[in-house]
T-cell receptor, first 111, second 116 residues
Framework: SQQGEEDPQALSIQEGENATMNCSYK?????LQWYRQNSGRGLVHLILIRSNEREKHSGRLRVTLDTSKKSSSLLITASRAADTASYFC???????????FGKGTRLHILP | NAGVTQTPKFQVLKTGQSMTLQCAQDMNHEYMSWYRQDPGMGLRLIHY???????DQGEVPNGYNVSRSTTEDFPLRLLSAAPSQTSVYFC???????????????FGQGTRLTVV
């Protein structure tokens, strides 16, 4: 079964609002990564957070990681129409080589 | 730098036909992988490789073969295509600092495969 599970499956918000997506996982990780996928395109890496980090920022993106709850969140502030996409979390397990993806959250920014 | 290049972009196969999806990267990444993406299922790992001559199975390996003779190339073979293999296939590569320390993955643009 897939390691990461995003929540919600779909999210629609007004332009300018903040968007929050969550990811829960099952087993201990080395790092957790977030990706964006525009319709019909390949995935693009957004941010990587290691298991010993609690928060990372990149521009309008803020990622948190709570290893005790096995969960992560991605916050996009001041959303724009161009943020409309699917967002995926991916985990790299300790002592493993694989990158395992969740099912994703579809984000739609309304004008 | 071309990054990760997948060919072809589109392919239609008849049930029972075989074909190879090509993937090449020019970033000298050790780790390469193949995923399939189906509606509502996210990306599921088919096979992966941590270096030339080393491959391993992912979450959904049945019906697919891979080999890794060079660092750059990681082809995916469908030996006898089935309608259940209709999907979008993505190849990805990444730099690995060691076991369990994969970094960001770079993706190709995908191959849309239809099996009729």
């Amino acid at each position: 079964s897939q390691q990461g599970e995003e929540d919600p499956q779909a999210l629609s918000i007004q332009e300018g609002e903040n968007a929050t997506m969550n990811c829960s996982y099952k087993t201990s990780i080395n790092n957790l990564q977030w990706y964006r996928q525009n319709s019909g395109r390949g995935l693009v890496h957004l941010i990587l957070i290691r298991s010993n980090e609690r928060e990372k920022h990149s521009g309008r993106l803020r990622v948190t990681l709570d290893t005790s709850k096995k969960s992560s969140s991605l916050l996009i502030t001041a959303s724009r129409a161009a943020d409309t996409a699917s967002y995926f979390c991916a985990t790299v397990l300790n002592r493993d080589d694989k990158i395992i993806f969740g099912k994703g959250t579809r984000l739609h920014i309304l004008p | 730098n071309a990054g990760v290049t997948q060919t072809p972009k589109f392919q239609v196969l008849k049930t029972g036909q075989s074909m190879t999806l090509q993937c090449a990267q020019d970033m000298n990444h050790e780790y390469m992988s193949w995923y399939r993406q189906d509606p509502g299922m996210g990306l599921r790992l088919i096979h992966y490789s941590v270096g030339a001559g080393i491959t391993d199975q992912g979450e959904v390996p049945n019906g697919y073969n891979v080999s890794r003779s060079t660092t750059e190339d990681f082809p995916l073979r469908l030996l006898s295509a089935a309608p259940s293999q209709t999907s979008v296939y993505f190849c990805a590569s990444s730099y690995s600092l060691g076991r369990g320390m994969n970094t960001e993955a770079f993706f190709g643009q995908g191959t849309r495969l239809t099996v009729v």
